[in-house]
């Protein structure tokens, strides 16, 4: 054993030197690094591209028409929030209004479950503060019929889909009116009669999934289109890869997004891939990509209008790059302070959504900073009476929760023997 | 001695092979400048460089098959899954690939490769990050599997691991990391003043394939690995027996004789896992038992698992094996 340890060890030597014709090496394995780390200035530049830039062609072109979207950025807002340029979805007032409002609280209710993880009384919790636009202009665009496959950082698709924040807030909480029964971490919805299919941990899964769900759809001849979300650091796995070459080859109604918003936990999207645009990757696999600017309400709407549209008229598939800035943590496991700069948010060229929407609207004479005030405070208000009702139906540390024998529920649809006699083993272990 | 926690142990292992060995190097899903959601590899990077302990993409797939082709070329990487539950994409490069390498190339090539990954419950982490997925690795020939249970034995096995020219998955249950938590989420010890606490600094090996008499006892025996050992310890002291308590360590290869001296001693035994009950690897354990005890088993083999469902959320404490099910087992394979 020793003896074929050194000859293996010998052997090993020799190989990691046999690359060099001198035989002398030095390491030369390429890392990247993240831009920017904790104690450095954050450096962006501003965006380059401007609303008028990029065409918008009827949704049945060939894909090689949108390479230029694939690289550039799809924008309609520009840096003072006015809107121009073809890709301007021309929405009235009254939806941007409601996608305002809805942004609005889904941030105020983020920052109410991230103090209450704070306080014990929630195991966990994730924010989606600073790319709010990119699932509620998404969301807003698709018909409700069509089916969504989210990652965890979508909430405002639920509210979109008609679950309301009490839902949510029992989800995050796991009690008993939660209607996933307390089984997944919070942030993890399922939302059935909304169309929303069950988010799940492993990261990416969702993709591939939609892929087939989209062919279904064609199967069945509906005319339903099915959207999905991942992450940069997400768009590195398999089931990406599996996703898109799938849709190329079957061409079903699907819009497949990537949320580059900079990060996947410490790990800056140059780790993720060497290539410079998520998007662009359509384009080897034959179907159009589009870089869009994710913090673009009115860009976001437009660009998923538009693969709805393609999708809907059987065009096929569509991979948009939703460019944003992840807001917060992660999650409430990590500090992001120790891996990147505190204060990068505030460099970010992409700015606020919120922000941005509320200034398009004022522009439009549709909205005030008064009412913006009022409708923070009211939303605040909401949430503090949602919470205390929530907690009626169970807390995080006293319950109630579902029995404990509902363990057993939902693995199959009927309980098999051997999970009726496990049941019987944990109510006998409860006296 | 030093005091260390398991995460400092482990960390302590891969310093030293980073330093003694040129050929180790460490990748996985922010172990570099982060040092690891756990915080595992901390201050590894800035000590060793950005090529010997990095970050990679989001991948495990691509982080086990990546590994396997560094390790055929020379190197003896130390991937980290970022928990157990994620190995899963890596699945047909652990088992079909890693694990068959020597054998399909009759012992050409092979892989040295030590998986860290961080297993079980009790996090409040439901599905996802809860899983005891030991079992499915035990079940293909040429892998090795481990799993430590205090940070004097996670150091020497994991040094150990990585000297290995076999592949290892190593799995660390993270409710163990910063103490020996014993069944009640609320009063964990730290690793002060605990046994296995005291970590030596300098490197040294505790032997792949050798189970650890935690406790002797007469009465019977219990079996276990992971953070089940120290429920079933606190479990044995509230039961009055007196158990003789195992920690197999090592799953693959298994420490039969120990097991075998001790359960024909006491006559009566108890396997303990967190894992689901269902082939789980205490089902292999329960097997080798009657193969080799039959003759002195006074009572039924009982198993304490976890139930045969996915790992809840709220209702964790009723799914994990608790000191109350050992203890309830325990006096039932008395009776017998
Ligand atoms: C398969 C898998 N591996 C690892 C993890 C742990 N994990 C959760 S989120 C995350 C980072 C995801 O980053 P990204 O895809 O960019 O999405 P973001 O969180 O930025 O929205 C990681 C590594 C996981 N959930 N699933
Ligand atoms: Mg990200």
């Known amino acids: 054993m020793a003896d074929s340890q050194a000859e293996l060890h010998k052997a090993r030597e020799s190989a990691s030197q046999s690359n060099g014709q001198d035989g002398k090496t030095e390491p030369c394995l390429r890392v990247p690094e993240a831009p920017h780390r904790p104690g450095e200035e954050p450096r962006f530049s501003r965006f380059s591209q401007q609303p008028g830039d990029l065409h918008r062609p009827d949704p049945l072109v060939d894909y090689t028409e949108l390479r230029p979207h694939a690289n550039g950025l799809v924008r309609v807002l520009d840096d003072e929030a006015h809107a121009s340029g073809p890709w301007n979805p021309e929405i009235d007032a009254e939806t941007l209004l409601e996608g305002l409002k809805i942004m609005v609280r889904i941030r105020h209710f983020d920052s109410r479950m991230l103090t209450m993880q704070r306080q014990g009384r929630l195991s966990f919790y994730l924010e989606s503060k600073m790319e709010e636009a990119v699932a509620t202009a998404a969301g807003l665009a698709l018909h409700p019929d069509d089916l969504l496959f989210p990652s965890y950082r979508q909430h405002a698709l639920m509210l979109i889909r008609g679950a309301t924040l009490l839902d949510m807030a029992c989800q995050c909480i796991g009690n008993t009116r939660d209607n996933a029964k307390g089984r997944q971490m919070p942030v993890h919805y399922s939302w059935r009669q909304g169309k929303i299919v069950s988010i799940s941990s492993p990261v990416g899964t969702q993709f591939p999934q939609a892929v087939g769900a989209a062919m279904a759809a064609d199967y069945f001849g509906r005319p339903q289109v099915v959207a999905s979300w991942l992450g940069d650091g997400t768009a590195a796995q398999g089931d990406f890869h599996y996703a898109i070459n799938f849709a190329s080859v079957y061409r079903p109604p699907i819009i497949l997004n990537v949320v580059n918003n900079q990060w996947a936990i410490s790990t800056h999207r140059n780790i993720a891939t060497g290539g410079r645009s998520f998007a662009a990757r359509a384009d080897a696999y034959g179907f159009p990509g589009l870089r869009v600017d994710g913090n673009d309400f009115l860009a976001v709407y437009a660009a998923t209008a538009w693969a709805a549209e393609r999708a809907r008229r059987h065009g096929g598939p569509t991979l948009l790059e939703m460019y944003t800035y992840r807001g917060g943590a992660h999650s409430t496991n990590d500090d992001p302070s120790r891996y990147r700069p505190a204060d990068e948010g505030r460099f970010w060229p992409g700015g606020d959504p919120v922000e941005r929407l509320k200034q398009h609207l004022i522009h439009l004479g549709a909205w005030t900073e008064e009412q913006h005030e009022s409708l923070n405070q009211d939303t605040a208000r909401t949430i503090t009476e949602v919470v205390k009702e929530a907690e009626t139906y169970g807390t995080m540390n006293e319950g109630p929760y579902d029995p404990p024998e509902t363990i057993f529920d939902d693995v199959y649809e009927e309980l098999p023997p051997h999970l009726k006699r496990q049941r019987d083993e944990l109510l006998g272990e409860q006296d | ?336």
Not at chain 2, 169 to 185: A, H, I, M, Q, T
Not at chain 2, 241 to 270: H, M, Y
Not at chain 2, 271 to 293: D, K, M, N, Y
């Open chain 2, 1 to 336: 001695m030093p005091k260390m926690n398991m995460i400092q142990a482990i960390n302590s292992a891969l310093d030293i092979m980073l330093e003694r060995d040129p050929t180790v190097c460490i990748f996985g899903e922010d172990v570099g400048y982060f040092g690891g959601v756990f915080r595992a590899t901390v201050g590894l990077q800035e000590r060793y460089g950005k090529h010997r302990v990095f970050d990679s993409p989001l991948a495990e797939g691509g982080i086990i098959s990546t590994a396997i082709g560094m390790g055929i070329n020379g190197l003896r990487p130390v991937p980290e899954i970022q928990f157990s539950d994620y190995i899963y994409p890596g699945f047909d490069q652990i088992t079909n690939e890693l694990a068959k390498l020597r054998y399909r190339s009759g012992g050409e090539w092979s892989a040295p490769l030590t998986i860290r990954t961080p297993c079980g419950g009790g996090i409040r982490g439901a599905l996802y990050h809860s899983q005891s997925p030991e079992a499915y690795f035990t079940h293909t020939a040429g892998l090795n599997v481990v799993m430590p249970s205090n940070p004097h034995d996670v150091k020497g096995l994991l040094i150990s691991s990585i000297e290995s020219n076999d592949p290892v998955l190593f799995f660390e249950p993270k409710r163990l990391y910063r103490g020996p938590f014993n069944g009640d989420p609320h009063k964990v010890p730290t690793w002060t003043n605990q046994p296995g606490g005291d970590v030596p600094e300098e490197y040294y090996k505790t032997p792949l394939g050798k189970a650890a008499i935690i406790r002797e006892g007469a009465d019977c025996t219990v079996i276990t690995w992971g953070a089940m050992v120290h429920v079933s310890r606190k479990a044995i002291e509230q039961s009055g027996l007196n158990a003789e308590l195992i920690d197999l360590r090592t799953l693959v290869p298994l420490d039969i004789e120990t097991v075998a001296a001790s359960v024909k001693k006491t006559g009566r035994c108890v396997i303990v896992h967190e894992a689901p009950r269902t082939t789980g690897f205490g089902a292999e354990v329960l097997s080798l038992v009657q193969e080799h005890c039959f003759w002195h088993l006074e009572a039924p083999i009982i198993r304490v698992t976890g139930w045969d469902t996915p790992f809840p959320h709220t209702l964790e404490w009723q799914y994990m094996p608790g000191r109350k099910r050992i203890v309830r087992a325990l006096k039932k394979v008395m009776q017998e």
